[in-house]
C-alpha cells in the first residue's frame, strides 16, 4: 500500500485573527513537520513555507504561506498534510508509516482472514488497528503490539494477527 505521499498534520483552524493557524503533527519529532515542505492537501493546495510561531495544547501555533486571514485558516480546519514520502526519514524494521498499513488485509495465525486495516489510532494508550470487513458486523479495534500482531510483512501486503480470543 506504498503511496508517494504521506499525512503528517492537519490544520485545526485558526490561532488568533491574523492567519496564524493551530497545527496538529503526526510526526515522532512534531516540530520536523516543517522540514518536509512543501505540504500539500487533497483539495489541490501546496504550502511551501511553515513557521512555527509556539505551542498550543496538542500541537502548535503557525504562520503557513496562503494564509493570511482567520477566515481563511478557519475554512482549512481539519484539512490534512501530505509529504513526499521521498523527504521523510527511512524507518526501522519494526516501524511503519501509517499509510503503508491502511488497506492491509489481516489474516490470523491459522491464515483464515479477518478483515483490512481502514485505520490506524492511537487514543493515548498505543496504537490501534481499525479492522474492518471479512465477516465483521462492525469495526474491531485490535492493540498493535508485537504480542498481538507479530507479523507486518509490507512486501507480501499482509499482517498476521494472534487477537485475544473472543476479540473477532
Not at 504562520?63 to 475554512?75: F, H, L, Y
Not at 492491509?104 to 491459522?110: E, I, K, Q, S
Request: hydrophobic share 45%; charged share 20%; proline share 7%.
Amino acid at each position: 500500500m506504498t503511496t508517494d505521499k504521506v499525512v503528517v498534520g492537519t490544520l485545526a483552524g485558526a490561532f488568533g485573527v491574523m492567519g496564524e493557524v493551530r497545527l496538529k503533527s503526526f510526526c515522532a519529532d512534531p516540530a520536523a513537520i516543517a522540514d518536509y515542505v512543501p505540504l500539500t492537501t487533497d483539495k489541490g493546495l501546496t504550502f511551501h513555507q511553515i513557521i512555527l510561531t509556539g505551542q498550543t495544547t496538542n500541537g502548535f501555533t503557525a504562520r503557513v504561506d496562503g494564509i493570511s486571514t482567520k477566515e481563511q485558516a478557519d475554512a482549512l480546519k481539519g484539512v490534512e498534510l501530505f509529504a513526499e514520502r521521498s523527504l521523510l526519514p527511512s524507518l526501522p524494521d519494526d516501524e511503519f508509516y501509517h499509510a503503508d498499513l491502511i488497506g492491509l488485509p489481516v489474516h490470523d495465525t491459522g491464515g483464515v482472514f479477518l478483515g483490512t486495516v481502514k485505520a490506524v489510532m492511537n487514543h493515548g494508550a498505543g496504537d490501534l488497528l481499525e479492522v474492518h470487513g471479512g465477516t465483521l458486523p462492525a469495526s474491531i479495534l485490535l492493540p498493535f503490539t508485537r504480542a498481538v500482531v507479530p507479523t507486518v510483512d509490507l512486501a507480501a501486503g499482509r499482517i498476521v494477527a494472534d487477537p485475544p480470543p473472543g476479540l473477532f
